[in-house]
C-alpha cells in the first residue's frame, strides 16, 4: 500500500474533525482486491469518465447495490476538482467484498483545505459553508468513511462506501416521512452546476438533481422532459430509478422556463410533507439553468441569421442582372428557410409570373411548378397573389404549408416570395422574421438589377446612336470596326467613314475625356462638326482646327483625341494622308507580315486656342492594312500589366492576309481575352485593308 497523509471522517459529519495521523488509506479492501486508476485532463467531460470507471468497477466486481451513491459521490469530488484546482485529475477506484473506496487526486499547489461539514452552532446557516466545501456534505453523509490524502505533489479526498452483510444494500441513512433534510443535503441540492453550456452537461445536471432529489424525498425515480420548441416535441433529458407512474403519488412541477421551451419535472413520490417543496425547488433551480441554455442558444441563433443575411446581401449585390439575381434568390432560402421556394414577379398587368423556384429535393421539383401554377381560391397562387395586393406576409396551409412575404422595393410591388416549411420544422419567430428581412433585400437587388438593366440599355442605344450604323461597301477597299462598350454609361470612343469627293473617304477614330451623357453630348457633337465640315469640301487641317476651337467654346472642359485619314485610290494602290491629334500611332501590317507604327503626334483637340497636326503620307499596297484603335486597347489590364501597342502589334503580325472583319475581329478577341477582367474603358477598333 502506498504512504500517506490522511485525515479520517467519521460517516455521520458530528465530528468536525479526527486527528490526522501517516500511515495508509484505511480502504479495508483485501489484498486482491480489484483496482483501477487513471488520469483524466482537466474537462467538462472528466466527471462523465469518472463515472464510466467506477460503475465499470461495480458492474465487475458485482456491487451493483452501491451504484447510485457511488456514481453521485465521484461526480462531487471530480467536479470539485475539476472546478477549483483546475489540474488533471487522478482518480483511483478500489472494490473488495466488503465495499467500494474511490481516491480523487488533484496536482494543485497548496495543501488540502480542512473543511468543516458539520454544523458550527445550533442554528446553522446555509450560506456559512464554504462553496468547495458544499461538495463534501453529501459525502459526510453518504460515505461510511471518508479523508483527504496528500501524495508527492497531489492531494486529495477518498470516501468508502461498505457493503451491507446479508441485505447488499448500502449503509445509506434516507430521510424518513416528514424528517427535515439534513444541513448537507440541502447544500448538496442547492449547489450550483458549472460548465453546463452543453446537452450532456445539462442531461448530467438534471441526472444529478434527480438523484439528491430522489434520496431527500425516497422517491423510486424521476424524470426530467423537455421541449426546445424547435419540432421535435417533448424529449427525455435525464432519468433517474424508474418512470414516474401515471397516479396518485407521482409529483409533477413544471419548469419555469420561456417560449418556446416547456418542460416538466416528473418525481415518483408522494405530493405530501417537504416533497412538494424540494421538487419545486429542485425544478426552478434547473429552470435557471435551461433559460441560459435558451439564451445562448437565441444569441448564437440571432449571429447565425445576422451571418447569412450578411453572405445574402454580398451575394445580392454582386449580380446586376435581373434573371440572374431572381435565379439565385431561391437558392440562398433553400434549405436553410424551408423545403422550397418560389419568386414571383408581376407584369405591367400586375399578374405574378413566376420567375424561379427551387426544391431541397430535385424529384419534387415538377410538382412543386405544379401546385405554383394551380388556380383556385386555396392555392398557392392565390394566396400569393394576396400577399402582393395586400402588402403584407400570408401564410398558406397544407399540403404545402408556408408563408409568401411580398417584394417591395422603393415602394413599388415587384412580386412575392413564397417559402414551404420543412416537413418536419415549423417556422419559429425568427425566421418568419429573417424571411422578411431577405425579401426586403432580394427586392432592393431586383430593383437595382432592373434600374441598372433599364440605364445600360439607354446606354448602349445612345452609344449606338454616335456610330454609325454600317461601315461603306467599297469594291478593292475594305472597313471594318468592332467596338466594345463598359458598364452602364455612356463611353466617348466613337469611329466614322464619310465619303467625300470622287472615290475618297474619310476615316475617324476618336475619344472623347469622360463617360456619360456630357461625354456623350460633346462626342455627338464632334461626329457632326466632322460630317458637316466634311460635306463643305474643308481641308483636314481646317477641319481640325475647327473641331479644335469649338471645343474650346463648347466642349465644357472636355477634349478629344482624334486619328484622322483621308483615303484615295490611286490604280492599284492606296494613298493615305494621316492626321494624329493627341491620339496613338497607327499600326501598318504589309501584305507580308511586317508591321511597324505610323504617324506623328499632335495636339489634342479642346486643350490650346492653337494646335499642331503634322500629317503623313502613307501608300497601302494590295494586301496591305492600317489599324486604328483607342486606348481602352492598349489600356487592358491584367493586374498591374497593360495591353500595350507592343502587344497589339505582335497580335497583329499573324493577322497579314486576312479581310478587314477577320482582323477586326481577331485584334478585339485578344484584347479581350488577355484578362479576366471586365473592360474598365470602351474599345474601339477600325481596320482599313487595300483589297484590290
Given at each position: 500500500m502506498r504512504e500517506t497523509t490522511l485525515c479520517i471522517?467519521?460517516?455521520?459529519?458530528?465530528?468536525?474533525?479526527?486527528?490526522?495521523?501517516?500511515?495508509?488509506?484505511?480502504?479495508?479492501?483485501?489484498?486482491?482486491?480489484?483496482?483501477?486508476?487513471?488520469?483524466?485532463?482537466?474537462?467538462?467531460?472528466?466527471?462523465?469518465?469518472?463515472?464510466a470507471l467506477v460503475r465499470s468497477v461495480l458492474e465487475e466486481t458485482g456491487l451493483v447495490g452501491l451504484l447510485n451513491e457511488a456514481l453521485l459521490l465521484t461526480t462531487e469530488l471530480s467536479t470539485n476538482a475539476v472546478v477549483h484546482a483546475n489540474t488533471e485529475l487522478e482518480i483511483e477506484v478500489a472494490a473488495d467484498a466488503g465495499g467500494l473506496t474511490v481516491t480523487v487526486t488533484d496536482f494543485a499547489p497548496g495543501p488540502v483545505?480542512?473543511?468543516?461539514?458539520?454544523?458550527?452552532?445550533?442554528?446553522?446557516?446555509?450560506?456559512?459553508?464554504?462553496?468547495?466545501?458544499?461538495?463534501?456534505?453529501?459525502?459526510?453523509?453518504?460515505?461510511?468513511?471518508?479523508?483527504?490524502?496528500?501524495?508527492?505533489?497531489?492531494?486529495?479526498?477518498?470516501?468508502?462506501?461498505?457493503?451491507?452483510?446479508?441485505?447488499?444494500?448500502?449503509?445509506?441513512?434516507?430521510?424518513?416521512?416528514?424528517?427535515?433534510?439534513?444541513?448537507?443535503?440541502?447544500?448538496?441540492?442547492?449547489?450550483?452546476?458549472?460548465?453546463?453550456?452543453?446537452?450532456?452537461?445539462?442531461?448530467?445536471?438534471?441526472?444529478?438533481?434527480?438523484?439528491?432529489?430522489?434520496r431527500l424525498t425516497g422517491a423510486a425515480g424521476g424524470v426530467v422532459r423537455l421541449d426546445r420548441g424547435d419540432g421535435t416535441?417533448?424529449?427525455?433529458?435525464?432519468?433517474?430509478?424508474?418512470?414516474?407512474?401515471?397516479?396518485?403519488?407521482?409529483?409533477?412541477?413544471?419548469?419555469?422556463?420561456?417560449?418556446?421551451?416547456?418542460?416538466?419535472?416528473?418525481?415518483?413520490?408522494?405530493?405530501?410533507g417537504y416533497a412538494q417543496s424540494l421538487a419545486t425547488m429542485v425544478a426552478e433551480r434547473f429552470s435557471l439553468h435551461l433559460e441560459n441554455d435558451r439564451l445562448r442558444r437565441a444569441d448564437v441563433r440571432r449571429q447565425t441569421w445576422i451571418t447569412f443575411l450578411a453572405e445574402a446581401s454580398e451575394l445580392l449585390a454582386q449580380s446586376l442582372d435581373v434573371n440572374l439575381t431572381m435565379a439565385l434568390i431561391p437558392q440562398l432560402v433553400v434549405p436553410r428557410l424551408g423545403q422550397w421556394c418560389?419568386?414571383?414577379?408581376?407584369?405591367?398587368?400586375?399578374?405574378?409570373?413566376?420567375?424561379?423556384?427551387?426544391?431541397a429535393e430535385e424529384s419534387q421539383l415538377a410538382a412543386l411548378h405544379t401546385s405554383l401554377a394551380e388556380d383556385g381560391p386555396e392555392s398557392i397562387l392565390a394566396r400569393l397573389e394576396e400577399a402582393s395586393r395586400l402588402g403584407t406576409q400570408v401564410m398558406f396551409g397544407t399540403?404545402?404549408?408556408?408563408?409568401?412575404?411580398?417584394?417591395?422595393?422603393?415602394?413599388?410591388?415587384?412580386?412575392?416570395?413564397?417559402?414551404?416549411?420543412?416537413?418536419?420544422?415549423?417556422?419559429?419567430?425568427?425566421?418568419?422574421?429573417?424571411?422578411?428581412?431577405?425579401?426586403?433585400?432580394?427586392?432592393?437587388?431586383?430593383?437595382?438589377?432592373?434600374?441598372?438593366?433599364?440605364?445600360?440599355?439607354?446606354?448602349?442605344?445612345?452609344?449606338?446612336?454616335?456610330?454609325?450604323?454600317?461601315?461603306?461597301?467599297?469594291?478593292?477597299?475594305?472597313?471594318?470596326?468592332?467596338?466594345?462598350?463598359?458598364?452602364?454609361?455612356?463611353?466617348?470612343?466613337?469611329?466614322?467613314?464619310?465619303?467625300?469627293?470622287?472615290?475618297?473617304?474619310?476615316?475617324?477614330?476618336?475619344?472623347?475625356?469622360?463617360?456619360?451623357?456630357?461625354?456623350?453630348?460633346?462626342?455627338?457633337?464632334?461626329?457632326?462638326?466632322?460630317?458637316?465640315?466634311?460635306?463643305?469640301?474643308?481641308?483636314?487641317?481646317?477641319?481640325?482646327?475647327?473641331?479644335?476651337?469649338?471645343?474650346?467654346?463648347?466642349?465644357?472642359?472636355?477634349?478629344?483625341?482624334?486619328?484622322?485619314?483621308?483615303?484615295?485610290?490611286?490604280?492599284?494602290?492606296?494613298?493615305?494622308?494621316?492626321?494624329?491629334?493627341?491620339?496613338?500611332r497607327a499600326v501598318l501590317v504589309r501584305a507580308d507580315g511586317k508591321t511597324t507604327f505610323v504617324g506623328e503626334g499632335g495636339t489634342a483637340l479642346g486643350l490650346l486656342e492653337s494646335i499642331t497636326s503634322p500629317d503623313i503620307m502613307i501608300t497601302l499596297d494590295p494586301g496591305d492594312s492600317l489599324i486604328f484603335y483607342t486606348d481602352g486597347v492598349t489600356e487592358r489590364r491584367r493586374g498591374r500589366e497593360l495591353f500595350g501597342s507592343n502587344r497589339l502589334r505582335e497580335a497583329a503580325t499573324p493577322l497579314a492576309g486576312y479581310p478587314a472583319d477577320v482582323m477586326a475581329a481577331r485584334l478585339r478577341s485578344t484584347t479581350i481575352n488577355f484578362s479576366v477582367e471586365e473592360p474598365r474603358d470602351d474599345i474601339a477598333i477600325l481596320v482599313l485593308r487595300n483589297d484590290a
Open positions: 471522517h467519521p460517516p455521520t459529519g458530528e465530528d468536525a474533525w479526527v486527528p490526522a495521523e501517516v500511515g495508509t488509506i484505511p480502504t479495508g479492501a483485501s489484498p486482491d482486491a480489484l483496482v483501477r486508476r487513471t488520469r483524466l485532463p482537466n474537462d467538462r467531460r472528466t466527471p462523465a469518465a469518472a463515472r483545505e480542512q473543511l468543516a461539514v458539520g454544523p458550527k452552532n445550533e442554528s446553522p446557516d446555509i450560506g456559512e459553508v464554504a462553496e468547495r466545501g458544499r461538495g463534501l456534505l453529501l459525502v459526510d453523509h453518504f460515505a461510511s468513511r471518508w479523508g483527504t490524502v496528500h501524495e508527492g505533489d497531489g492531494k486529495g479526498v477518498w470516501f468508502r462506501l461498505d457493503q451491507r452483510t446479508g441485505s447488499g444494500a448500502p449503509p445509506v441513512r434516507l430521510p424518513q416521512h416528514g424528517e427535515t433534510p439534513s444541513l448537507g443535503a440541502l447544500t448538496g441540492l442547492l449547489r450550483s452546476g458549472n460548465d453546463r453550456n452543453t446537452d450532456e452537461g445539462l442531461a448530467d445536471l438534471a441526472t444529478d438533481l434527480l438523484s439528491r432529489l430522489a416535441g417533448r424529449q427525455l433529458l435525464a432519468r433517474y430509478g424508474r418512470a414516474p407512474r401515471d397516479n396518485a403519488d407521482t409529483i409533477r412541477v413544471p419548469l419555469d422556463v420561456h417560449r418556446p421551451y416547456s418542460g416538466e419535472l416528473e418525481l415518483d413520490a408522494s405530493p405530501v418560389a419568386v414571383h414577379t408581376t407584369d405591367a398587368w400586375g399578374r405574378l409570373q413566376l420567375a424561379a423556384a427551387t426544391h399540403p404545402s404549408e408556408g408563408y409568401a412575404v411580398p417584394l417591395v422595393a422603393r415602394g413599388a410591388r415587384l412580386g412575392t416570395l413564397a417559402v414551404g416549411r420543412h416537413p418536419k420544422h415549423r417556422h419559429d419567430a425568427d425566421e418568419v422574421a429573417v424571411l422578411e428581412d431577405v425579401a426586403r433585400r432580394a427586392a432592393l437587388a431586383i430593383d437595382n438589377a432592373r434600374i441598372h438593366d433599364e440605364r445600360r440599355t439607354v446606354a448602349r442605344t445612345l452609344q449606338a446612336s454616335l456610330l454609325p450604323p454600317a461601315l461603306p461597301h467599297v469594291e478593292g477597299i475594305g472597313f471594318a470596326a468592332e467596338y466594345v462598350p463598359t458598364g452602364s454609361e455612356v463611353g466617348g470612343d466613337f469611329y466614322d467613314v464619310v465619303p467625300f469627293g470622287d472615290d475618297q473617304y474619310l476615316v475617324v477614330v476618336g475619344d472623347v475625356s469622360g463617360k456619360g451623357v456630357q461625354a456623350a453630348t460633346v462626342t455627338g457633337l464632334v461626329r457632326d462638326v466632322i460630317r458637316i465640315l466634311v460635306d463643305d469640301g474643308k481641308a483636314m487641317s481646317e477641319i481640325l482646327w475647327r473641331v479644335n476651337r469649338t471645343l474650346v467654346q463648347r466642349g465644357g472642359g472636355r477634349y478629344c483625341t482624334l486619328a484622322m485619314a483621308s483615303v484615295t485610290r490611286k490604280g492599284a494602290s492606296l494613298g493615305v494622308c494621316l492626321h494624329l491629334a493627341g491620339h496613338d
